[in-house]
C-alpha cells in the first residue's frame, strides 16, 4: 500500500503529519464507536452553497485572506530601510500585478 503523507495539523513548533492510512484507521474507529451516528441531516443530501461570496466569507472565518491582503500585510511589517528597498519593490510590483489582474485591466 502507498503511503502518502497529508499535513493534519500545524503546531507551533512545526507540521504534524499523519499518513493517509493513520487518518483512515482515525475514521474507521469513529464509525465503529458510532460517534458519526445521529448528526443533523443525516440521509440526506448536502446543501452546497456554491455562491462567491459565501465561500470568501468562510475562507475568511478560517483564515484565509487572498495573496494581495497577504502581499500588502508583509509590506506594512517591512521597515523602510535602504536594506529592504528591493523587497519592498518587489511587493509593490507583485502587488500591483494582483491587482491589475483582479480588476481586468491585465
Same mark, same amino acid.
Given at each position: 500500500?502507498?503511503?502518502? $503523507?497529508? /499535513?493534519?495539523?500545524?503546531?507551533?513548533?512545526?507540521?504534524?503529519?499523519?499518513?493517509?492510512?493513520?487518518?483512515?484507521?482515525? =475514521?474507521?474507529?469513529?464509525?465503529?464507536?458510532?460517534?458519526?451516528?445521529?448528526?443533523?441531516?443525516?440521509?440526506?443530501?448536502?446543501? /452546497?452553497?456554491?455562491?462567491?461570496?459565501?465561500?470568501?466569507?468562510?475562507?475568511?472565518?478560517?483564515? $484565509?485572506?487572498?495573496?494581495?491582503?497577504?502581499?500588502?500585510?508583509?509590506?506594512?511589517?517591512?521597515?523602510?530601510?535602504?536594506?529592504?528597498?528591493?523587497?519592498?519593490?518587489?511587493?509593490?510590483?507583485? =502587488?500591483?500585478?494582483?491587482?491589475?489582474?483582479?480588476?481586468?485591466?491585465?
Amino acid at each position: 500500500m502507498e503511503k502518502s $503523507f497529508l /499535513i493534519s495539523a500545524y503546531a507551533p513548533g512545526g507540521y504534524h503529519m499523519k499518513s493517509s492510512w493513520q487518518i483512515e484507521n482515525l =475514521i474507521r474507529e469513529a464509525i465503529e464507536a458510532g460517534e458519526f451516528d445521529n448528526l443533523p441531516g443525516a440521509g440526506k443530501p448536502l446543501e /452546497i452553497d456554491t455562491n462567491q461570496d459565501v465561500m470568501q466569507s468562510k475562507l475568511r472565518d478560517l483564515g $484565509f485572506v487572498p495573496k494581495e491582503v497577504h502581499l500588502r500585510k508583509q509590506l506594512a511589517l517591512l521597515e523602510n530601510t535602504p536594506a529592504n528597498f528591493k523587497l519592498r519593490q518587489e511587493l509593490m510590483i507583485e =502587488i500591483d500585478i494582483l491587482t491589475q489582474t483582479r480588476l481586468g485591466k491585465i
